[in-house]
């Protein structure tokens, strides 16, 4: 890994510095977002060429680890559901009430086919709206929201 440094502008953007050169405007990107959010992160310059690639996230300083997790989040939304409340109906579409890291929720799911799977035990929940939500380990719910969720799977 090349050596850089991490900074913000005066407008918040990142500044990333590599051997004296200054770019300005870098995003980071996961390259597994779900499977392994803590590895493969590259830094991207304004004209889409990786800059820096970090095999994982604290590779890095820790002021850039800080600085590359606050951006990240800025431009990142994938509330993870913790269980599942209450389902309107077996068959869909249907409301389901859930609670995520982010506070309670209300999603409509239209069909069966917006509940895809990662891995093993993930799986990625399409609302009516766009918005995706997480399961990141369905072993881990509780049994209620696990007997709910199999009537769909």
Request: hydrophobic share 45%; charged share 30%; proline share 5%.
């Amino acid at each position: 890994m090349m050596p850089f440094t991490l900074r913000r502008d005066a407008f918040g953007k990142l500044l990333c510095e590599i051997d004296g050169q200054v770019h300005e405007g870098v995003v980071p990107v996961r390259a597994f977002p779900i499977a392994a959010p803590e590895e493969g992160i590259a830094l991207v310059g304004q004209e889409g060429h990786e800059l820096v690639w970090l095999e994982r996230l604290d590779d890095a300083s820790l002021d850039a680890q800080q600085l590359i997790r606050e951006e990240l989040a800025s431009r990142e939304f994938l509330p993870e559901i913790s269980s599942i409340k209450r389902v309107s109906a077996f068959a869909t579409p249907s409301t389901w009430e859930v609670a995520t890291n982010r506070g309670d929720a209300t999603l409509i799911l239209k069909g069966e086919e917006d509940i895809r799977r990662i891995g093993d035990a993930s799986l990625l929940i399409a609302d009516a709206h766009g918005v995706q939500y997480l399961i990141r380990d369905l072993f881990k719910l509780d049994k209620p929201s696990r007997k709910m969720l199999d009537r769909f799977l």
